[in-house]
Nanobody
Framework: VQLQASGGGLVQAGGSLRLSCAAS????????MGWFRQAPGKEREFVAA????????FYADSVRGRFTISRDNAKNTVYLQMNSLKSEDTAAYYC?????????????????WGQGTLVTVSS
């Protein structure tokens, strides 16, 4: 599967952005999908993930209540709605796919990655 992330940009603190990740190839519904982020000088970290059918979302504690992950299997797309953005949310955001049957939250669990889309939150 090939993944293409988009939707990043510059936003003021307290604002919102929606990231999208479009997948090419077949059987998008077979993949657990995740979002990760990497700030300059830091390791890539888990943000959110969603089950194959979309009914089971997982979030990092740092974004729970502010971010919402969703997917549209008919459109082969996963989304990350980011509200109440903070300066510490500034990072490159990556989408990832995995064929696990359960939602996974570690970078090493994901086999396919998209390119990053940069989110910059100004304070």
């Amino acid at each position: 599967v090939q993944l293409q992330a988009s939707g990043g940009g510059l936003v003021q603190a307290g604002g919102s952005l929606r990231l999208s990740c479009a997948a090419s190839g077949r059987s998008f519904g077979s993949y657990v999908m995740g979002w990760f982020r990497q700030a300059p000088g830091k390791e890539r970290e888990f943000v959110a993930a969603i089950s194959r059918g979309g009914g089971v979302p997982f979030y990092a504690d740092s974004v729970r209540g502010r971010f919402t992950i969703s997917r549209d299997n008919a459109k082969n797309t996963v989304y990350l709605q980011m509200n109440s953005l903070k300066s510490e949310d500034t990072a490159a955001y990556y989408c990832a796919a995995d064929l696990s049957t359960e939602v996974v939250t570690t970078t090493r669990s994901y086999d396919w990655w998209g390119q990053g889309t940069l989110v910059t939150v100004s304070s």
